[in-house]
Structure formats: structure tokens, C-alpha cells
């Protein structure tokens, strides 16, 4: 199947910046959509960033203008740089891709990371 290994969290001072990345390994015929979602203490999952193949993105308000997503497709990879880090930014962040396999091949189904910790100290 599809596997969806993430990298780049840890502790870093408000202002600071982090570097995600997720790298999608598999049976994968095509990568499709791919994000970030991320889930702070008590709070719903909620959309960071996505981007299409074709490299369209989409963020949420609060992370505009101080997140980038982009991709490889070549590697089946995607990152999320993360700059001027505020404490409400602190969750676990999650990689999805909406994968079509050899096997499942026209259909496409969803895939999670395990998730990865971002703290951002006041």
C-alpha cells in the first residue's frame, strides 16, 4: 500500500521557523491532492495548507502569508515551511495524500501520516 513518513517537528521559539516534510512511499500510480492538517490540544483537526498536482494551494487564514506548501512530485514528497512560528501554531501536524495505487487504479483513497509535534515556545 501507501505509507506517508513525515519529518521536520520539534521545539522552536515564537518567531522561529520550521521545515515539514512528508515523503509517500508505495505502490502509487499517481499523487493527488497532498496537505497538512494539524491538530492543537482540545481543539479540532483543522486544514493548514494543501496543493494540487499542478501546484495550486489553498491556506487557512490564520497561517497566510507565514506558510508555504509545496512538493516533488518526483519524489512523492511534500513540505511545509513554516516561518514567523506563533504558540497558537503548537499541534501535531498531520501529512494526507489522496493516492491512486497500482491496485486501486482508477480510484483514489485517502492516506495519513502518523503525525509529527510542532511546539512553539512564547
Known amino acids: 500500500q501507501v505509507q506517508l513518513v513525515e519529518s521536520g517537528g520539534g521545539l522552536v521559539q515564537a518567531g522561529g521557523s520550521l521545515r515539514l516534510s512528508c515523503a509517500a512511499s508505495g505502490t502509487i500510480f499517481s499523487m493527488n491532492a497532498m496537505g497538512w492538517y494539524r491538530q492543537a490540544p482540545g481543539k479540532q483537526c483543522e486544514l493548514a495548507a494543501s496543493?494540487?498536482?499542478?501546484?495550486?494551494?489553498n491556506y487557512a487564514d490564520s497561517v497566510k502569508g507565514r506558510f508555504t506548501i509545496s512538493r516533488d512530485n518526483a519524489k512523492n514528497t511534500v513540505y511545509l515551511q513554516m516561518t514567523s512560528l506563533k504558540p497558537e501554531d503548537t499541534a501535531v501536524y498531520y501529512c494526507n495524500a489522496v493516492v491512486v495505487t497500482f491496485l486501486t487504479h482508477p480510484n483514489e483513497y485517502d492516506y495519513w501520516g502518523q503525525g509529527t509535534q510542532v511546539t512553539v515556545s512564547s
Open positions: 496543493i494540487t498536482r499542478g501546484g495550486s494551494t
